[in-house]
């Protein structure tokens, strides 16, 4: 519990049981996806997969979204057929630093401090930090979470 206060777990695109275990375990989710047919549409499947998880509880996770220009659409049909309410996170706009930022394989952050996606993803992380964002009241920490998730494997 000492060791950390939040813990990120990136777990890419897909829907693989361990990847439902991890998100249905957490108190906060951040859904990144792209107005590209194939990100909304594994976006999608990943809510629906979760809305059909029994170790998930929509009351007591925030799913958070980021994406470009298709929050409107995407929320309205998540809780029109799922009844999950998504939360607008913020947005990174296209920005070549990105591109040039991987090929350096470093974060855009540190190589291209002042571009338009860097000063995004500081709006973002002011955003996870404000009061707004805060995680609901339940069993947190790193205890907390590690005990859904090998909860959830045993189901």
């Known amino acids: 519990e000492q060791m950390a206060d939040v813990i990120v777990i990136d777990t890419g695109a897909g829907i693989s049981k361990s990847v439902l275990e991890f998100v249905a375990a957490s108190p906060e989710v951040i859904l990144v996806t792209t107005p590209e047919p194939t990100s909304i549409t594994d976006s999608y499947a990943l809510l629906k997969a ?4 029994e170790g998930f509880d929509k009351n ?9 220009n298709i929050y409107d659409k995407l929320s309205a049909v998540v809780k029109r057929f799922l009844f999950i ?14 591109t040039k ?11 291209y401090p002042n571009s338009a ?39």
């Not at 979760?50 to 998880?53: G, I, P, T």
């Not at 007591?60 to 470009?68: G, H, L």
């Not at 993803?121 to 707004?132: C, H, K, Q, T, W």
């Open 85 to 98: 309410d998504l939360e607008y996170l913020g947005e990174v706009p296209q920005d070549s630093a990105i």
């Open 117 to 155: 996606s860097a000063k995004a993803f500081v709006e973002i992380s002011e955003n996870l930090d404000s009061g707004e964002h805060k995680v609901p009241n339940q069993k947190k920490g790193v205890i907390g979470f590690f005990s859904k998730v090998f909860t959830a494997g045993r189901r």
């Open 50 to 53: 979760l809305a059909m998880d």
């Open 101 to 111: 930022a991987i090929m350096k394989q470093k974060p855009v952050s540190i190589t």
């Open 60 to 68: 007591t996770t925030r799913i958070n979204i980021v994406t470009n």
